[in-house]
């Protein structure tokens, strides 16, 4: 855990969520420290989001509360949103104005007016130099600089980062976490949320969503080790779809499916390869080839998300 200090900045205590009679978030409950990267993750419409709009103070929660930076955002939403940078899942950008012109506008909101401000932060965020373009000629990953920009311009002490990279490529999503790790260096605190099961290795805790429910919250390293009932296996073979359909039947496979041009599987804990190996021989299979590896977090996502 990267911390600074104790200092907590985020307490969530059984948050809840209804919308009529659908529960979007379910009894949440997690802490958040200074300096810290918190990967939240889960597919879309798993109660991310609203979490956030919630710890914004944007929506009452039904039942449970919070505190955010020492302050209840129900009753004091201004003071959290004083203190905190949000960037959404659709970036708030004007597309006729200039990447200048956008960040002086949210500045202004900030109340600030020093324009060396604005300047040190579009040079934070590799943006200098374009300063004069409009917003509507700029690539998917320039917005979201800009974005990332227009929500740390007041020196936020939290960072809501809600899917930020969602649609660009991988090589502007790389960079983009590099602009994270600088601000978290300097005792800034994120609560990024992504259906990328890969970003979340760039985060020191991770918190696993589904239907609204917090099924799990750690490192990764400790996910993998802890949270996976048994080992995980890379196999591969011909004809695919057929070894997939026999490892469903075996009885030692807990979950298994296909990835890219092999198929990954989850197993007991005391399997071994030739016990594999055996099983696909008696079925009829050859030149078959199992590698054990180590789990993904994605292997841990499926198998907490089929025990709830």
């Known amino acids: 855990m990267n911390k600074h200090s104790d200092q907590m900045v985020i307490k969530a205590l059984n948050l809840t969520r209804l919308f009529g009679d659908f529960v979007a978030v379910d009894h949440v409950s997690f802490e958040v420290f200074r300096g810290e990267i918190i990967g939240y993750l889960g597919p879309n419409g798993s109660g991310k989001t609203t979490t956030i709009r919630m710890l914004l103070g944007l929506l009452r929660p039904n039942d449970g509360n919070a505190l955010v930076l020492g302050y209840d955002p129900s009753t004091h939403a201004e003071k959290v949103r004083e203190q905190v940078g949000y960037m959404s899942q659709k970036f708030s950008l004007y597309k006729d104005l ?3 012109e956008n960040l002086r506008f949210y500045a202004g909101v900030y109340g600030i007016t020093d324009l060396s401000r604005q300047k040190e932060v579009l040079h934070q965020v590799g943006l200098t130099g374009l300063e004069h373009l409009r917003v509507g000629n700029l690539s998917v990953g320039w917005r979201q600089r800009l974005a990332l920009a227009t929500a740390i311009v007041h020196n936020p002490q939290l960072l809501f980062l809600d899917e930020p990279t969602s649609g660009v490529d991988p090589s502007a999503r790389r960079a983009f976490w590099d602009l994270i790790y600088e601000l978290v260096e300097t005792g800034v605190s994120a609560l990024v949320t992504t259906h990328y099961m890969d970003e979340a290795e760039y985060c020191g805790r991770v918190g ?6 917090l099924l799990a919250m750690d490192t990764p390293t400790n996910l993998k080790e802890d949270a996976l009932p048994g080992l995980a296996w890379d196999i591969r073979g011909l004809p695919l779809l057929s070894l997939l359909d026999t490892l469903d039947e075996c009885p030692f496979v807990i979950r298994a499916g296909l990835v890219s041009d092999h198929l990954r599987a989850v197993t007991s804990s ?6 594999i190996i055996n ?7 050859s030149d078959i080839l199992v590698n054990q590896i180590e789990p993904t977090l ?11």
């Open 298 to 308: 994605e292997d841990i996502f499926l198998a907490l998300s089929s025990d709830n």
């Open 98 to 100: 200039t990447v200048a």
């Open 270 to 275: 005391d399997t071994i390869a030739q016990l």
């Open 208 to 213: 696993i969503m589904r239907r609204g429910r």
């Open 279 to 285: 099983y696909f021989s008696d079925k009829g299979f």
